[in-house]
């Protein structure tokens, strides 16, 4: 009996070494499968981080990571060379850019723009002055996100040199602003070829009658000698008449004062066309100057009235109350130029019997001043009036238009001044296009 029951526990601990010994050699094979899982997980993340290092290093965007503290982390090659940098691990983020009161804020960006993702921060642009390790100044626009929170925080940045892109917009606001002036041009010189004419006419008038009279002072001096003299003047007397009949001394008594104020009008006139050309033309494009707004609206009337002429009479409301605004002349001068042309346009191709109307008028509202343009045209169709500020969107026919001047308006109005720009239809036909621009000082843009 008892050597059966050490037979039975011998088989019952050979059983048990057996699974024992089965589950080791399965639990070896899982062991190897799972290694080589790592393996292949982990040559995989390092091909993905080769892959993310090489994006990263490759990308045309700079790409700057930094802790909470502005220590940098990583500096791309696009990053050195946008900053000009070779020494990014020996300083911190805010020596990357030029000290502004709202710098901290930018590089820094807390709670108030979180993204789905817990913690996170969405990127929005913005445009600050970048600075190179050589101390050049720079445009630059950032985009940069958040993650974590605290001490935690982690931020990425991308980071793009604006100054090809400024210098370029600078000059395509330049040729568009030569493109209008020789739009302008035939109509310009017609407004200043009619008052050069009538006094071109009165100087060939005031030329004879100055010749005439000329011939009568010198016969004057002759009598006053003969008379000194005590010599006999009978002939001289009667010669002096015949030439006051002759020169019609009473008409060019009473045409003289028309004549020389007519002439003063018609030299002032082309006094006004040439400074509003010149103030035109010389306007600022790059930095916001504080500028006379109603002035600035006559200035671009007078460059282009005559161009109106025929098509529409144009009619000013402007109100006294605006005063100096903070902007962009030049540009601005051409959005009014560009949407007043746009309504010419519309009326011209109307094809109305009676002439059209447009009407520029100023406003002061709280905070902001506004010109509204509003034409007696066709109006605008509403499937296209929210796409009408698109680039290069138009209804002309192919070859006259490209449809950049609407568009130009929308950049220069909304996003160089942070304004407002809309389009609305007239209740008796027409259209109204509203322009708003902020008067506080700071922009964007």
């Known amino acids: 009996m008892v050597k059966f029951r050490r037979m039975s526990d011998d088989l019952l601990l050979q059983r048990r070494f057996e699974r024992e010994r089965k589950a080791r050699k399965e639990a070896e094979r899982l062991l190897e499968q799972k290694s080589i899982e790592i393996f292949h997980a982990n040559q995989r993340l390092d091909g993905l981080a080769r892959q993310t290092r090489a994006i990263v290093e490759t990308a045309a965007e700079g790409i700057v990571t930094y802790s909470h503290d502005g220590r940098i982390d990583l500096f791309n090659r696009s990053a050195a060379r ?64 958040r993650s974590g929170a605290g001490d935690d925080s982690q931020y990425t940045m991308l980071v793009r ?33 009619t008052p050069i004419q009538f006094v071109n006419d009165n100087m060939l008038f005031l030329e004879g009658a100055f010749g005439d009279l000329g011939k009568l002072l010198d016969l004057f001096d002759l009598l006053a000698k003969r008379v000194e003299n005590g010599e006999a003047a009978d002939d001289l007397i009667e010669k002096i008449r015949t030439e006051q009949e002759l020169a019609d001394l009473p008409f060019l008594r009473s045409e003289f004062p028309g004549a020389i104020a007519q002439s003063l009008e018609g030299i002032q006139r082309v006094a006004t066309i040439v400074r509003a050309m010149k103030e035109f033309s010389q306007t600022s494009t790059e930095n916001k100057t504080a500028t006379q707004l109603n002035r600035m609206i006559e200035n671009s009337l007078t460059v282009i009235r005559n161009q109106a002429d025929q098509i529409a009479n144009i009619e000013t409301e402007l109100d006294p109350e605006v005063g100096d605004v903070v902007c962009l002349s030049g540009p601005v001068s051409q959005c009014l130029l560009n949407v007043i042309n746009n309504s010419l346009e519309a009326i011209q191709e109307q094809g109305a019997s009676q002439i059209g109307c447009v009407r520029v008028s100023s406003h002061a509202r709280a905070e902001a001043v506004e010109i509204r343009v509003q034409d007696n045209g066709p109006g605008v169709p509403a499937k296209i009036r929210d796409r009408i500020f698109e680039p290069f969107f138009t209804t002309k026919e192919v ?26 239809p007239v209740p008796c036909g027409g259209t109204c296009v509203r322009m708003r621009l902020p008067t506080a000082i700071g922009v964007s843009g």
Do not use: W
């Not at 969405?122 to 940069?144: H, K, L, N, S, Y």
């Not at 604006?162 to 017609?190: D, F, N, P």
């Not at 490209?402 to 609305?424: A, C, N, P, R, W």
């Open 82 to 145: 946008i900053f000009e940098r070779d020494d990014a691990n020996e300083i911190g983020i805010r020596q990357l850019f030029k000290m502004t009161q709202n710098l901290e804020q930018v590089l820094f960006p807390q709670q108030s723009g979180l993204s789905p993702i817990e913690g996170g921060h969405d990127a929005e642009p913005v445009e600050i002055q970048g600075v190179t390790q050589g101390g050049r100044q720079f445009c630059a626009e950032v985009a940069i996100s």
């Open 161 to 193: 040199d604006l100054t090809r892109k400024k210098t370029l917009e600078a000059r395509l606001a330049q040729a568009q602003k030569m493109e209008s002036v020789g739009q302008l041009a035939s109509g310009i010189a017609h407004e200043i070829n």
């Open 399 to 424: 070859g006259k238009g490209m449809g950049q001047g609407l568009s130009f308006v929308y950049d220069t109005i909304v996003t160089k001044h942070g304004g407002e720009i809309d389009i609305e």
